[in-house]
């Protein structure tokens, strides 16, 4: 038998959720590296969420909650390239054909010497990125305390009043006191990088061409036509060295979304967010009447007070409808 | 920030001289004689390194190189595999040759070797002046018309690199062979690739000097390759849009976006309005320019 009915619409939590995703609070930060030996590439992201009025919508059957086109707005998106140049030599032809008897070897000439660096940004932080969320909602409770509990309701008041006298408020998280809470669970995440895929390849082409230009940019056209004839295309030389196949689009698409992980990392750390930041969290037991106002001289105040007063709650059970979430919580203690 | 390091020397030198080695000249000498002679390397007048050679029917290196740029008394010979150098000297078979080259920098270098021991009364090898069985080869990348002369005679000729038109295999090849007599150059004309060596095999005295007479020129415009206006080390958004309405007035949005004819300059312009406030601009602009192009198209 359900003793407290409490239910609250879509858009209220819509506007707990938005809350929660705010970007003063959830943001996405990670340094990934990926080193594959010939080059490496280092990724320095800070995200955070956008979206429209409606981030929310219930679904009935199954009881889902989808966070619907949630942008990912990057703060910083900076992929720093460090690629080493492999010598590049010509060399070792015989010098002295049908001179004597042995031939006689040219000794190498380089037009790079050895390991030469070229450092890289590509600064990808125009791109929009958006990720949709299908979640359960689901009830936890959180064991902060287990013993004494009138005790814990006195710290978690004192907390309180130390927040209050350093012109901050609640809550106080972690809770000093046990807590059932309701959580977005996500089951399946559908996430998109990049919504202009197509112009990605102008900018690998750009990373290539700026790359050529830091190497060889000082030299006349007939050098590097000359050093082209015998070396072979540098942008050959290059999508060698850095491993880029015919599509220059899927390349840095893989390093971003396989080899650095971008999309995993973002999901990982929406994933622990929305677990560790209930949308509801009730107190356990729950009050209700807060503490009294202080019984003693009402021109000096000070205690002493009445505790509050609570009632355990034995089961919290959620139904998910169309248009709200209705709790139902049974009062008793737990056995 | 980049930190190439290209061999710029290699496309500065524009020619080239046995007597004043430079990154495209190689000198070789070969030693018929077993004995011990020392090598010596100057820059101008200052002598640069001594280093000890020991030429011996004991040994088995055909091959010395030396690189005169990086020459000096810690110098390593580079004896290929088969080296039996040992740290204060290198060795060489009867018959082998040392080669004399410059890895970078500006050259001007100058070699001689001379017998140690009791042999010192005759100077084996000076690189002023060439005898018989010495080779100077030369390695000529700048497209153009050259002219080589033996500056001991009067004998010339003419060389030719091409203006390359594509990859060839000409570092590969053999290098040509000139020969040096009393009589001249042989032959006369000589054409070849860039990157291919020219070895002169001198039968007389000689100091080759060869000299670029004129440069040849690309002579098509080259549309494959363009090359980036700047050599910023940071790739932003202005590498993917022809415009960036961020600051424009709404006159000059319209224009811009007036001579949008493809549908990648259209996205773009969508894709930088998002960054700014010009949103409202940009968007009215766009629906107005597209209502005049179907007006057009019927």
Not at chain 1, 7 to 25: H, K, Q, R
Not at chain 2, 218 to 241: C, E, G, L, V, W
Request: charged share 30%; net charge negative; with cysteine.
């Amino acid at each position: 038998m359900s003793d407290l009915t409490l239910a609250v619409s879509e858009a209220g939590v819509n506007d707990i959720v938005s809350t929660l995703l705010d970007p003063s609070v959830a943001r996405v930060q990670a340094a990934p590296r990926y080193d594959p030996g010939a080059f490496t590439v280092e990724a320095d992201i800070d995200a955070h969420f956008e979206h429209g009025p409606t981030l929310i919508d219930f679904r009935d059957t199954p009881d889902q909650v989808k966070l619907d086109e949630l942008d990912i707005v990057w703060d910083t998106f900076d992929l720093d390239f460090e690629l080493d140049i492999p010598e590049l030599c010509i060399g070792g032809f015989c010098l002295t054909p049908g001179w004597f008897g042995d031939c006689i070897r040219a000794p190498e000439k380089c037009f790079f010497s050895s390991d030469p660096d070229v450092e890289l940004t590509l600064a990808l932080d125009w791109i929009r990125s958006e990720v949709s969320v299908l979640a359960d909602l689901l009830v936890g409770y959180s064991t902060n305390r287990t013993t004494d509990y009138l005790q814990a309701q006195v710290d978690e008041h004192e907390a309180l009043e130390a927040l209050e006298a350093a012109g901050e408020s609640g809550p106080i998280d972690p809770p000093l006191v046990n807590t059932w809470d309701v959580s977005l669970h996500p089951d399946t995440f559908d996430i998109d990088i990049f919504d202009t895929a197509d112009m990605i390849a102008d900018i690998v082409q750009d990373l290539l061409d700026r790359i050529i230009d830091m190497l060889v940019g000082v030299l006349p056209d007939w050098a590097i036509d000359v050093l082209e004839s015998l070396a072979g295309s540098l942008v050959r030389f290059l999508r060698n060295a850095l491993d880029i196949g015919d599509d220059l689009a899927e390349w840095l698409s893989d390093i971003i979304g396989v080899s650095l992980d971008v999309p995993g990392i973002i999901l990982e750390i929406l994933d622990d967010y929305l677990i560790d930041y209930p949308v509801f969290r009730i107190e356990d037991p729950y009050p209700v009447l807060d503490w009294s106002p202080p019984l003693g001289s009402p021109t000096t105040g000070g205690d002493p007070r009445l505790i509050p007063v609570k009632v355990p709650i034995e089961e919290l059970d959620i139904d998910l409808q169309e248009t709200e979430v209705v709790l139902t919580a049974s009062i008793g203690a737990y056995q | 920030m980049s930190t190439s390091r290209l061999n710029y020397d290699l496309f500065e030198a524009t020619g080239t001289d046995s007597a004043e080695l430079n990154v495209l000249g190689t000198l070789i000498h070969r030693f018929p004689d077993e004995g011990d002679y020392m090598i010596e390397v100057r820059q101008g007048d200052a002598v640069v390194g001594t280093r000890l050679l020991a030429v011996s029917d004991d040994y088995h290196t055909l091959q010395a190189t030396y690189d005169l740029s990086a020459f000096g008394d810690t110098t390593e010979c580079d004896c290929g595999p088969t080296c039996s150098c040992e740290d204060d000297f290198d060795c060489i078979r009867e018959d082998g040759v040392a080669v004399f080259h410059v890895g970078s920098g500006p050259g001007g270098y100058a070699v001689t070797v001379d017998p140690v021991g009791e042999r010192r009364e005759r100077r084996e090898f000076d690189s002023d002046e060439l005898v018989e069985d010495d080779v100077f080869s030369a390695l000529l990348l700048r497209p153009g018309s050259y002219v080589a002369k033996n500056t001991l005679g009067d004998a010339s000729a003419e060389l030719t690199v091409n203006y390359p038109d594509g990859q060839s295999g000409a570092a590969n090849q053999d290098a040509i062979v000139v020969t040096v007599t009393d009589d001249g150059f042989e032959p006369v004309e000589i054409e070849m690739d860039p990157g291919r060596g020219v070895s002169f095999i001198v039968e007389t005295e000689a100091r080759i000097v060869v000299k670029l007479d004129e440069p040849h020129e690309k002579t098509t415009d080259d549309t494959d390759r363009k090359r980036p206006p700047q050599h910023s080390d940071r790739i932003d958004i202005t590498s993917a849009i022809p415009f960036d309405p961020s600051g424009r007035t709404p006159a000059e949005i319209e224009s811009k976006v007036e001579s949008i004819n493809t549908a990648t300059e259209l996205r773009a312009v969508l894709l930088a309005e998002r960054r700014n406030d010009n949103r409202k601009t940009v968007v009215e602009t766009l629906r107005s320019r597209i209502r005049d192009v179907s007006k057009l198209r019927r």
